[in-house]
């Protein structure tokens, strides 16, 4: 374990280049020595599990993030969609939004696009099997749930080319740093979105989609129905569903199989046992989960491990450093793909829990058991690129060879 000292001083606007590559460590000896951390500007970052879902579970710590990104982000394209969209916000706005979304990501909803999801998995993993070699992020790992999420928007295949940029520019925006060319990039990528979006829209409103699986429709439909959303609303509820729908599984299939590879004793108990294939993505979702921090502001003093934390305190959630608390996870380093109970944060908690988060395992759930069944062996193929971001965990580029079973 690292020393209290090396600790210290430890800032997310400052970490050490080994922290991308591997936070664990950190996030242990923050957990031992230092739980509650002091961050610049009088925030504090939460280590252990039982504090960060007091702070998920507390009615005084809200999702509203205009005070602490208009200091970041300023008056821009990136400030009015993270201010706008579901995920940051509180309610009414946060209620009214979910409430429609729901209707469209139940269970009765993801059965339907099983069926479809299976297909198109099985049309990718047979691409790659006729390749041998290829980027398990850029080939397979990404396109599934620009699939999903495009159908579930009703964005025509055609169209869907920028998407997977736009998200992780948009997003890149959420980073403790944000430097001029990653806000540059970020405006644009809002801008241009919402351009896309003011056409589709206007084209969904002359000729609606099926109002049971169709988000957009039920989003435009809710306006007739009382639940009324400005334009703007709109547009932005519309690019949190692709970036959140996106960048979350994306890194989940990518985590997931660089898990299985770390350790192939688990990834032979997977394959001698598909039932396990559930639990598995449980695992990978804890064990090296594709977000490693939430963010809070306290609108009432919280008590936090012993101490009080003040009105207006900005709380870092370490979702990646309760993921590994001991204290919740029994042999909490090791990888095990049959663990339970396995009640990890990945999705988060409480009122703001993801509402895709049933969407993102059957995903993973698909993309993961159908890759192993399809191939007998799968191996590093050359070195791989992981996205060097703090709040996103995930790889850029991941080669592999595979071998047909």
Not at 261 to 276: F, G, I, K, M, T
Not at 296 to 311: F, G, N, Q, S, Y
Not at 326 to 336: G, H, I, Y
């Amino acid at each position: 374990m690292l020393s209290a000292d090396t600790v210290r001083d430890f800032q997310l606007t400052r970490v050490p280049p080994a922290f991308l590559d591997d936070p664990y460590p950190w996030y242990a000896a923050l957990r031992a020595h230092d739980p509650v951390h002091a961050l610049e500007g009088g925030g504090v970052f939460l280590a252990r599990y039982d504090d960060a879902l007091a702070v998920y579970r507390s009615p005084h710590a809200s999702s509203d993030k205009k005070l602490e990104f208009r200091p970041k982000l300023g008056d821009s394209p990136l400030y009015e969609h993270h201010t706008t969209s579901l995920v940051f916000n509180d309610p009414p706005l946060h209620t009214r939004v979910r409430r429609v979304i729901m209707g469209a990501v139940n269970q009765k909803a993801i059965a339907r696009m099983e069926a479809a999801v299976v297909q198109y998995v099985d049309t990718l993993l047979a691409e790659m099997a006729d390749k041998r070699e290829v980027d398990y992020i850029g080939e397979f790992a990404a396109q599934i749930p620009i699939e999903v999420i495009g159908n579930m928007l009703g964005i025509p295949r055609s169209a869907r080319g920028p998407l997977r940029g736009w998200s992780v520019a948009i997003l890149s925006g959420l980073e403790p740093v944000v430097t001029p060319p990653m806000m540059d990039a970020g405006n644009c990528a809002v801008t241009d979105f919402i351009a896309y979006l003011k056409v589709l829209i206007d084209e969904r409103r002359r000729d609606p989609g099926d109002h049971e699986s169709d988000v957009l429709t039920r989003l435009i439909q809710g306006e007739r129905d009382g639940e009324r959303l400005t334009e703007k609303e709109l547009y932005h509820q519309c690019i949190f569903m692709l970036n959140a729908g996106h960048e979350t599984t994306t890194n989940l299939i990518g985590n997931g199989l660089w898990a299985l590879l770390h350790n192939p004793d688990e990834l032979a108990r997977l394959r001698a046992d598909a039932s396990l294939v559930p639990s598995a993505v449980e695992e990978m979702l804890r064990y090296d989960g594709p977000i490693q921090l939430n963010n809070r502001r306290l609108t009432a003093p919280v008590e936090i491990c012993d101490r009080t934390l003040p009105e207006g305190t900005f709380v870092t959630l370490g979702i990646g450093a309760a993921n590994r608390d001991p204290a919740q996870f029994a042999d909490a380093e090791r990888f095990d793909v049959a663990r339970r109970p396995n009640r990890h944060l990945a999705f988060g908690h409480g009122d703001h829990v993801c509402v895709g988060l049933n969407v993102a395992r059957m995903e993973g759930r698909i993309a993961l058991g159908r890759l192993l069944a399809r191939f007998a062996t799968i191996e590093l193929a050359g070195a791989p690129e992981r996205d060097r971001r703090v709040r996103f965990r995930g790889f850029r580029k991941l080669p592999v060879r595979l071998t047909a079973a």
